[in-house]
């Protein structure tokens, strides 16, 4: 493991809000201790402790979109304990470090499902032997130096091999992310929704109290200007996307009631109309 001819280009992805300085501070620090190792920083911003959210575009920029000499660099660190997502407490939600097939390097917590999206995709998977208590803003005061040591090619902070099982799958049939058009990511791809309702032209559609008749692309079908429509989307594997929720001409967020994007929100559901 060595540092990249030309340096890398570094993909931020955390809870920090949009337009939050904290992107500006870890940038900064990331910049400060590796002045010839990160060419160019770009951040995106998920919703507050959402790792669904988070673990989707680990995947999305370092799997669908990876290139040599891309890092990703993520922190969602939700506090306390979920029972649901085995969420392990302030301290020992630690950064890992993890390197994809295609060679992309990853730094994440180990929370949640910040690693599930990529599970299968790790041919490395390590804890990092580095302090995880003094500071707050642990993104910011200590993970960047050990990014910067280990695509520097030091291996010394490098802790013990992870089994790549420990990671929980993906649920499917819930909110990854919503765009600024309103459309709903899913979890779920095209191969996995329930053969029973493909060729269904119209389904109903829950998430929590809200509920909706959309039309089914997967049969066929296509959704007229104003009408939302479940199709396979812009994100996943092009020959098996993740299916999206649009309204033509709208947001499909606002017609659902602007549901939050959380790793405990409830699944949506479909039926036959």
């Known amino acids: 493991m060595s540092n990249k001819e030309g340096g890398y280009d570094v993909c ?23 002045k010839d190792l990160f060419r160019s920083i ?9 790792t669904l959210a988070t673990g989707f575009w680990i995947r999305q920029i370092g799997v669908e979109n ?31 470090y993890g390197r994809l097939k295609n060679g992309v390097p990853v730094f994440a917590i180990s929370s949640g499902y910040n690693w599930s999206f990529i599970r299968d995709e790790l041919e490395v998977f390590h804890d990092i032997e ?4 003094g500071s707050q803003f642990r ?8 990014a910067k040591l280990i695509l520097s090619g030091d291996t010394s902070i490098l802790g013990s091999e992870l089994d790549t099982d420990s990671i929980p799958a993906v649920p499917i049939n819930r909110i990854a992310f919503i765009d600024r058009y309103g459309n709903i990511k899913t979890t ?29 692309h997967l049969s066929g079908a296509r959704s007229a200007n104003g009408r939302v ?18 309204k033509r001409g709208g947001s499909a967020a606002e017609v659902f009631g602007r549901p939050l994007v959380s790793d405990t929100t409830v699944e949506i559901s479909f039926s036959a109309a």
């Open 229 to 246: 429509g479940l199709l396979p989307g812009s994100s996943g594997r092009k020959e098996d996307p993740y299916l999206e929720l649009i």
């Open 12 to 34: 931020v992805i955390a809870d920090y809000g949009v337009g939050d300085p904290a992107f500006i501070e870890v940038n900064a620090q990331l910049r400060a201790r590796g």
């Open 188 to 216: 779920t791809r095209r191969s996995q929704f329930s053969s029973n309702l493909v060729n269904e032209r119209l389904l109903l559609v829950g998430i929590g109290e809200a509920n909706q008749i959309v039309e089914n």
């Open 130 to 133: 580095i302090p995880n208590s």
């Open 66 to 96: 990876g290139y040599e000499n891309l890092a990703i660099f993520s922190n969602t660190a939700p506090r306390g304990t979920k029972e649901a997502i085995n969420w392990e407490g302030d301290e020992r939600q630690r950064l890992l």
């Open 42 to 50: 770009d951040n995106i911003a998920v919703s507050s402790f959402s």
């Open 139 to 146: 993104s910011r005061d200590l993970y960047p130096e050990a």
